[in-house]
């Protein structure tokens, strides 16, 4: 992966992570903070298919948010994320 890769999926979780914290009134906010905090360490740990796993795992609690414009921002960022495997 290219340092410009790496940087732009690590912006995209963050920026994930912090729409997350800003909706602690959701009950699937911690699930969903706990998939993209560990995709985000086996991203800095070049662990391909760990990634990946956690990036699929993040969309199935994205689907179940009751904001309807956060979820469908998230969901549009993560799948972009996880349609670009080649990138990791």
Do not use: I, K
């Not at 963050?14 to 993209?36: F, I, K, M, T």
């Not at 309807?68 to 993560?78: H, P, T």
């Amino acid at each position: 992966m290219t340092s410009r890769n790496f940087e732009h999926e690590r912006e995209t979780l963050d920026d994930l992570l912090a729409v997350v914290d800003r909706h602690p009134e959701w009950a699937e906010s911690s699930l969903l903070r706990e998939h993209l905090q560990t995709a985000y360490g086996y991203l800095r740990g070049a662990m391909p298919e760990e990634y990946a796993l956690n990036l699929g795992l993040a969309l199935r609690v994205v689907d179940r948010l009751p904001d309807g414009e956060a979820r469908d921002q998230m969901r549009e960022r993560l799948t972009a994320l996880t349609e670009h495997p080649s990138a990791v």
